[in-house]
């Protein structure tokens, strides 16, 4: 089970950070991501994380702006946001899959939390 926190209202150029705690079971040898859905848009793949070698992806509409970690303790992945704008305004999702890869497809993801609302505006 996947349980997304964190989500909330900020203006242009501020900043958020994503919480995702896992329970259930452990995910420390599967693949983590993020994705997020606007209204009226299809889902799309923000964020991943593999803790086998801690490396990440990250989608280009995000990058420089949004880093995603993990801590394994906690099982628990994050999702800092910052530098804020209006078209990141959606309800970001947490996910899980089994495997190394790094995917971007959300249809490879296994397991879904219940998403958080972010809203960017002034």
């Known amino acids: 089970q996947l349980q997304a926190s964190g989500g909330g209202f900020v203006q242009p150029g501020g900043s958020l950070r994503l919480s995702c705690a896992a329970s259930?079971?452990?995910?420390?040898?599967?693949?983590m991501g993020w994705f997020r859905q606007a209204p009226g848009k299809e889902r799309e793949f923000v964020s991943a994380?593999?803790?086998?070698?801690?490396?990440?992806s990250v989608a280009d509409a995000v990058k420089g702006r949004f880093t995603i970690s993990r801590d394994n303790v906690k099982n628990t992945v994050y999702l800092q946001m910052n530098s804020l704008k209006p078209e990141d305004t959606a309800v970001y999702y947490c996910?899980?899959?089994?495997?190394?890869?790094?995917?971007?497809?959300?249809?490879?993801?296994?397991?879904w939390g219940q998403g958080t609302q972010v809203t960017v505006s002034s």
């Open positions: 996910a899980a899959k089994g495997g190394p890869a790094l995917s971007s497809d959300y249809a490879q993801y296994d397991y």
């Open positions: 259930g079971r452990t995910f420390n040898t599967v693949t």
């Open positions: 994380f593999r803790s086998s070698d801690r490396s990440s």
